[in-house]
């Protein structure tokens, strides 16, 4: 018997929110782990991290993929048991994902189907749930008797032959290969209306230091933003902090 890992993630992103209006839970994007350490980490998602909109196969990465972008991402892994033969199947499909990857794209219409319980197929395009689903019926391992395009991360959460392992922090699942902090690009300047319309609720992820510079990260609709702090403005923020407590 071999083991495979399906992550359920919530980074917290504009994108991610945007779905929870409409879904309530607490988890929004399913990667497919062929390792405990989730070195071997596939999904449906964004290609570049700063490109919410250019979506299709990935090989997930920690330390430079989207994760990286959001430090405080929490998560839910679970163990699926399947027969040796079976995750072979697994393993074959994934690497005929992983060869071709040029050739699959995001299933944005499938999206729509989810609510109203019509599956929307589109040849080569798959969106999270659905890809982790659809390879584990090919590999003759199926967990849902609907069809993979109805499936959400949703569902795996109340699957009894799914065994939670791990509930928490991403960055501090215990065997996850690596876990640097969030070192995001240097904040660069655009139009100012679009400046103006990021700050609109934009949530403040933290304050970092780095070669003496402190600097604050806020969410952005396009990515999170990494902005210059003067220390006298951070040292006045908390003495202001401290006494309204």
Same mark, same amino acid.
């Given at each position: 018997m071999k083991s495979i890992y399906i992550l359920l993630s919530n980074t917290g992103s504009f994108t991610n929110r945007a779905i929870k209006t409409f879904t309530s839970a607490p988890y929004n994007h399913a990667s497919l782990a062929l390792d405990k350490s989730m070195k071997r980490i596939y999904s449906f998602g964004r290609r570049k991290p700063t490109n919410p909109f250019w979506g299709g196969f990935v090989q997930e990465d920690f330390v430079e993929g989207t994760f990286s972008w959001y430090p405080y &991402? =929490?998560? &839910?892994?679970?163990?699926? =048991?399947l027969s040796r033969r079976n995750y072979q199947k697994l393993e074959r499909l994934v690497k005929t994902f992983a060869r071709n990857y040029k050739t699959y794209f995001y299933n944005y219409a499938g999206l729509l189907g989810v609510p109203i319980n019509q599956p929307i197929e589109v040849p080569a395009s798959y969106f999270c749930s659905q890809f982790v689903s659809e390879v584990l019926d090919r590999s003759g391992s199926p967990l849902f008797s609907k069809a993979s395009s109805l499936v959400t991360p949703d569902d795996f959460r109340y699957h009894e032959d799914l065994k939670l392992i791990y509930e928490g922090p991403l960055y501090e699942y215990p065997f996850l290969y690596s876990t640097p902090f969030y070192h995001p690009k240097r904040y660069q300047s655009f139009p100012f209306r679009k400046y103006l319309k990021q700050q609109v609720k934009a949530e403040v992820l933290g304050i970092y230091e780095e070669r003496g510079q402190i600097y604050q990260f806020r969410d952005g609709f396009i990515k999170p933003k990494k902005i210059l702090l003067s220390k006298k !403005?951070? *040292? /006045? *923020?908390? /003495?202001?902090? !401290? *006494?309204k407590k």
């Open positions: &991402a =929490t998560c &839910a892994v679970y163990e699926y =048991t !403005w951070f *040292k /006045l *923020k908390q /003495l202001f902090s !401290w *006494k």
